[in-house]
């Protein structure tokens, strides 16, 4: 990591520890430990021949965050591998080895996959030291992609909120950005949930019909035909304006930053589920709040993949990982919709200030002598 000097902020949460790494030559790494209060840290190993000490700081404080929201007794962390770009390529086995063999004493941190590495990376950074979540399915891994976990999770929120008398689910309209793994597992449970989806996009264009997608039948073409524009049950639609569709729920799940300053004002869901990662702007998340329509974050919404990590990490399978999302996501909607009655306070300001509670009190029980 050439920025050594570099650049990240230190403030009561941590960073704990910064390691940097030279498992080998042409090869460096950096491990951010950013808080450890509420158990070791999950976090992912970013891969690229670009990646900085500062990026790394900046997730693995997202990772602190995510993981207290969910609810989770696991602090948050993150890896950086910076390979020179001939060696950035699969496979990388050598590499991961290395990389395991030099994170050994790190106790405190458990790694996961993120960009640049997948499930045989976690497979061989476990070989090496026992230690690492997202693994294939034969060493104990939850493929929580192909399961819908995350999508699950989100409709899980929905439900929640429909408990809590924010949303009446039953014939909801819902709009879904993105049909990837996240979004199309939403819209399934959301339509098994009682909802009606009536326009979903994907990268390629977009797909609406007024009286409801027969979902099932448009998994199946996208699959098949990769894209939804052409699905013949429905009307196609221009991409980036399903957002702006009449609805009650909203699912961006496709990228970051969809939803900004410019498009905010035309929404009009009466609750957005943050599918992706920071799909909206501090800009567009404000505008939401003035409206009076409730963006449930990204670090509640879609908890999903982490608590399945969790559980995999604690040696549960498919059905425990099924019951955490439903129990946490669950219990974690209504106590944000309770806090944002109480304060008025804006969804992300509520959700951080959920999780900053849950370390403050799992710091107190840590040795201070
Ligand atoms: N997979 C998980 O469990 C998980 C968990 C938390 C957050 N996320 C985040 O959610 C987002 C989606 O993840 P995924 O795993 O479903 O990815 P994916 O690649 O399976 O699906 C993304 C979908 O979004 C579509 N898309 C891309 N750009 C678009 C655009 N401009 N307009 C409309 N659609 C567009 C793609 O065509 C694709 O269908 C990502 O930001 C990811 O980081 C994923």
């Known amino acids: 990591m050439r920025e050594i000097e570099a650049a990240w ?43 900085t000490a500062a990026e790394v700081a900046r997730l693995a404080r997202a990772m602190t965050i995510k993981n207290a929201a969910a609810g989770l007794p ?42 640049g590495t997948d499930e045989s990376c ?3 950074v476990h070989d090496e030291i ?5 693994l294939p399915a034969v060493l104990g891994g939850i493929p929580l992609d192909e399961l819908g976990a995350t999508g699950y999770g989100l409709a899980c929120c929905a439900s929640a909120l429909a408990e809590a008398k924010v949303l009446e689910l039953e014939g909801a309209r819902v709009v879904v950005q993105g049909f990837g793994a996240v979004g199309m597992h939403a819209a399934l449970e959301l339509r098994r949930r009682g909802a009606v989806v009536v326009a979903v996009s994907d990268s390629r264009g977009a797909v609406r019909r007024d009286d409801g997608l ?6 199946a073409f996208k699959r098949a035909r990769g894209l939804v524009a052409e699905f013949p049950g429905g009307d196609a639609a221009a991409r980036d304006e399903i957002v702006t569709l009449p609805c009650e729920v909203l699912v961006p799940a496709a ?28 800009e567009a998340e404000e505008i939401f709040h003035r409206l009076g329509i409730l963006s449930v974050p990204d ?31 669950g219990a974690n909607t209504a106590e944000l919709a309770d806090r944002i009655a109480r304060t008025g306070d804006l969804p992300r300001r509520a959700a951080t200030e959920m999780a900053l509670s849950r370390i403050r009190a799992a710091q107190a029980y840590r040795r201070r002598f």
């Open 74 to 115: 696991h602090g948050g962390g993150k890896a950086g591998i910076m390979l020179a770009p001939s060696l950035a390529q699969a496979p990388r086995e050598r590499e991961m080895r290395a990389f395991a063999r030099a994170i050994e004493h790190l106790t405190g941190y458990i790694p996961g996959p993120d960009m």
């Open 214 to 219: 027969d979902v099932a039948e448009l998994a």
């Open 9 to 51: 902020q230190a403030d009561e949460l941590g960073p704990v520890e910064v390691v940097f790494l030279r498992p080998m030559p042409r090869m460096e790494a950096v491990v951010v430990l950013d808080n450890l209060a509420l158990g070791p840290a999950i976090g992912g190993v970013r891969l690229t021949p670009t990646v």
């Open 255 to 282: 990228q970051p930053d969809v939803l900004t300053g410019d498009n905010a004002g035309r929404v009009r869901a009466e609750v957005i589920l943050q599918g992706a990662n920071i799909p909206a702007t501090a």
């Open 130 to 134: 026992g230690r690492a979540v997202g």
């Open 122 to 124: 976690m497979a061989v």
């Open 299 to 329: 670090v509640i919404a879609n908890a999903g993949g982490v608590i399945c990590a969790a559980v995999e990490y604690a040696g549960g399978g498919r059905e425990r990982a099924f019951a955490a999302i439903e129990e946490k996501i």
